[in-house]
């Protein structure tokens, strides 16, 4: 979901790359609202700047769509009970958000809504569409005016111009048109819908909450969300994975499935085990926490090194290192203390301060780490800055030895179909060797999982096939999947921008 202003990027709160949104939809279900919010709220992991919920009720003659938007987190956008009372329905969508470049505005935060020549619709966006760029500029030549500067309003107005009849055929007339990588809930007055992209990138699940006997409504009732978590905090039983490039409607009739796009192979994000997903998630069929477990045994096959201590760095690389622990023998310990009770330090008045934000999130256990040689396990790096102040932190606590472990291959290309990661050439990975990296971030030893090794901890024995890489793995390869079509156009007039970003 990328904004489209024009707008410099706002500096990022870590070195991690970020996962734009989280999305939810429910289908026949009291205080489909508040399952919502619930929903929502398992998911904020994956957008912390912004959430929304749109409602559809009937009451009597009267059907309407009901909203509320809001900037921060979902705990604090619907909080009130007010709020949760003004969205009432059996039926709702919701959105998490995490922006990718410029300001986090209300007009940008979603489900977008706008109501047709035939009702109401509410669209959800995970994702990010490459020819955005090309398709807002036909629209707008064809008198389409944009509220938002998000590609997700892209849907909004091809279906619009769509000169089908019904609402699956103009959705689908619209998904013909966009490229890049998406999972949509969309909701109407006659249904809840979910599309996967045609290489199933970005996830979708469906899940079931049966009701309970005696009720008048015996129908059960029907999920849509991003992971396997959100299925959990509702009550509701995983059912299976929207498949690549399959649209399923949602009714009263109970749910049906098309597929216009055909069959092509499946190129999943990789990236989702490794950090974005929640551990207690399920995507693709394999356990989150299980896969990163397995990452980190794999890591330490290849990459084995004398220490006295394995230190991961929270959270998203305490799998890893557990793995990594079970795998050499070194005993596993909490060295560094997260506090999940701060901020984002970008947010800080001054560079001097800014630059103690490791400090506001991450803490050294000194009696785990002084005098010890200590391998510090993580997922990812991206541009070095947290690595090598958390290896100073990790030294200045009294360590003999730091060397730092990664369960991800460098991180050498941007992503373009969801992911926010900076340009290429803030990559820390595209421009060093690993020996430099070692040398930047301060560390004694530094080494990365290879790609073959990470395709054999999600079970590819065989390591990557390059006929079928099976995975989009396109941030640590430069083999980008889904074509570039925005930058491919803007490389036309700048020939060094493809290069740059590739």
């Not at 489909?32 to 957008?47: D, E, I, N, V, Y």
Request: proline content about 6%; some cysteine; charged content about 20%.
């Amino acid at each position: 979901m990328t904004d489209l202003s024009g707008a410099p990027s706002g500096p990022y709160d870590d070195d991690k790359p970020h996962e734009e949104c989280g999305v939810f939809g429910i289908w026949n279900a009291q205080d489909a609202g508040a399952m919502t919010a619930l929903g929502l709220h398992a998911l904020q992991h994956r957008g912390q700047e912004a959430t929304g919920i749109v409602t559809f009720s009937v009451d009597g003659p009267e059907a309407r769509f009901h909203t509320h938007k809001g900037l921060g987190l979902v705990g604090d956008v619907f909080s009130d009970a007010r709020i949760m009372a003004g969205l009432p329905g059996t039926a709702a969508v919701g959105h998490n958000r995490y922006a990718t470049t410029g300001a986090t505005l209300l007009r940008n935060v979603q489900p977008l809504y706008a109501e047709f020549e035939f009702g109401g619709l509410a669209v959800g966006h995970n994702g990010n569409l490459t020819n955005a760029t090309s398709l807002r500029r036909a629209l707008v030549r064809r008198g389409c005016i944009f509220q938002s500067t998000t590609d997700s309003e892209v849907f909004i107005h091809l279906i619009a111009i769509s000169l089908y009849s019904n609402v699956v055929d103009r959705l689908t007339d619209a998904l013909k048109q966009v490229v890049g990588a998406y999972s949509l809930v969309v909701l109407s007055q006659e249904s809840l819908i979910g599309v996967r992209d045609p290489l199933g990138v970005r996830p979708l699940i469906l899940g079931r909450i049966d009701q309970p006997e005696g009720q008048p409504n015996a129908k059960p009732a029907w999920v849509l969300a991003s992971e396997t978590c959100a299925l959990d905090i509702v009550g509701a039983e995983f059912v299976r994975d929207i498949e690549p490039g399959e649209i399923v409607i949602i009714n009263d009739e109970g749910v049906r499935s098309i597929r216009p796009f055909g069959d092509r192979p499946a190129r999943f994000c990789v990236f989702e085990y490794i950090y974005f997903a929640r551990p207690d998630s399920v995507l693709d069929g394999y356990g989150v926490y299980e896969a990163r477990k397995r990452i980190g045994v794999e890591l330490a096959r290849e990459n084995p090194i004398e220490a006295d201590v394995i230190v991961p760095v929270p959270d998203s690389g305490v799998p890893s290192a557990m793995g990594y622990s079970v795998a050499s023998g070194i005993p596993f310990e909490l060295g560094i203390i997260r506090n999940h009770y701060v901020g984002r330090t970008f947010i800080e008045p001054t560079d001097q301060i800014r630059n103690l934000g490791v400090k506001l999130k991450h803490s050294a256990n000194r009696a785990m780490i002084a005098g010890k040689r200590v391998i510090l396990v993580d997922d990812s790096i991206v541009r070095g800055t947290t690595s090598r102040k958390i290896v100073e932190m990790v030294r200045a606590a009294g360590a003999s030895e730091v060397h730092m472990r990664i369960s991800s291959p460098p991180t050498t290309h941007s992503c373009f179909y969801g992911i926010d990661t900076p340009e290429r050439g803030k990559l820390l990975a595209a421009n060093h060797d690993t020996e430099e990296m070692a040398q930047l971030i301060g560390a004694d030893s530094l080494a990365f999982i290879s790609l073959d090794g990470l395709y054999r901890a999600l079970g590819r024995p065989e390591g990557r096939d390059t006929a079928t890489p099976f995975y989009c793995d396109a941030c640590f390869t430069g083999e980008y999947p889904i074509s570039l079509t925005d930058l491919d156009e803007n490389s036309r007039a700048r020939p060094s921008l493809l290069a740059e970003a590739r």
